[in-house]
Each structure stands twice: as structure tokens, then as C-alpha cells.
């Protein structure tokens, strides 16, 4: 019979080793691709058996979405602690800094989730996540723009098409950061900042 003691470090393990094969499987994504990133190339990666993958993740999709839950988990951490006492007026800048400071703290995450979004499908042939998957935050950041035009700090736009396109440069930004680690982020965001509060002030 196990004590308590033991449990405890049993569990401990375990949750070590699935944090280990996670790391692994994001490692793989990035510098393989998605589809070349198999139970295998995690197990070598990880320097065990295929069994032991299969052990705390029976399939490859077991994995990507316990990673796809992990890296979202870290980014709604990260965006509600820099943004949680944002104003509507200072938000555009905020949410652009806080997502462009995400990219540089946690870029191989990034990389990794945007190979998963391209590439990851299911047996219809249709991709796993989509559109849906951001859907609850562009409703926050229209929120926040609909908040600012009605108190008179924000000028006359749609904050949906707003939100849409705040969102789509950042996606942009991302795809600029794969083809070139190098990229100077601070500046990029800089100017994306910019060019989005001249496009929310009122005039």
C-alpha cells in the first residue's frame, strides 16, 4: 500500500514527466513542423520509450491540446496582469505592448501555437481550431473600444472591424517573427502602436 508520502511524490513525477514531454512536443513543433513532430520525436526529444509518451498522452492529440491549454493558460495570466487596470483611452497601447512583450518573453510558444492553428486537423480534414478559438477575446477588446467611444475618449469607428484588425496585425507580426528571429519587436510594436491610436483617437 502506498502512503501518503509517496503518493504525493508519485504525482509530483508524473506531473513533472508531462510537463517535460509538453516542453518537448513544443520544442519539435518549431523546429520540425507540425507534422514531422510524432509520439517518437517527443520520446527521443525526451530520452524515454514511446511507451511512456503514450503513458500520460495515449495519442499526438492528447498532446497538442494539453499544449494548446498550457500556452493559453500562460497568455490569459500574462494579458490580464499587464492589462487588468487598463482604461479605455490607454487600451490600444496597452494590448498592443502586452502581446508584443508576450512575443519576446514566450516565442517558441508562439511559434509552436501558430504551426498547431495551421496544420492541426481533424479526421474531416477540417482544422481543429479556427476562428472560434479568439472569438471571446476580440469580443473584449470591442468591449473596450465601444467603452472608450461612449465616454468620449475613443473617436468614431467600428470597434469590431477595430478589434479584427488590431488582432490580424498582430497575427502579422507573428508570421514576420518566424521568418526572422531577429526582428526588432520593440520597434515593430512601436509602430504598430502608432499607427493604431491614430486610428482610435478622436479627431
Request: aromatic share 10%; with cysteine.
Amino acid at each position: 500500500m502506498r502512503t501518503k508520502g509517496t503518493a504525493g511524490r508519485s504525482t509530483f513525477t508524473q506531473r513533472k514527466r508531462r510537463d517535460q514531454l509538453m516542453d518537448c512536443m513544443v520544442d519539435a513543433i518549431v523546429e520540425v513542423g507540425f507534422d514531422r513532430a510524432s509520439v517518437g520525436e517527443v520520446a527521443r526529444r525526451a530520452g524515454v520509450s514511446k511507451g511512456v509518451v503514450t503513458y500520460h498522452f495515449p495519442a499526438k492529440d492528447d498532446l497538442i491540446y494539453e499544449v494548446v491549454a498550457q500556452i493559453f493558460d500562460s497568455i490569459k495570466a500574462f494579458l490580464e496582469e499587464r492589462l487588468g487596470g487598463t482604461s479605455p483611452e490607454r487600451f490600444v497601447a496597452d494590448y498592443i505592448s502586452a502581446w508584443v512583450d508576450y512575443y519576446r518573453a514566450h516565442t517558441r510558444y508562439m511559434l509552436a501555437i501558430r504551426e498547431i492553428w495551421s496544420n492541426f486537423r481533424g479526421e474531416d480534414g477540417e482544422l481543429r481550431f479556427g476562428g472560434q478559438a479568439v472569438a471571446g477575446e476580440l469580443a473584449i477588446v470591442q468591449h473596450v473600444l465601444e467603452l472608450g467611444q461612449a465616454n468620449g475618449s475613443l473617436g468614431g469607428f467600428s470597434a469590431r472591424v477595430m478589434a479584427v484588425s488590431i488582432k490580424a496585425a498582430l497575427d502579422a507580426l507573428l508570421a514576420q517573427l518566424a521568418d526572422d528571429p531577429e526582428l526588432d519587436l520593440e520597434a515593430y510594436g512601436a509602430e504598430l502602436v502608432c499607427l493604431f491610436e491614430r486610428a482610435t483617437r478622436k479627431t
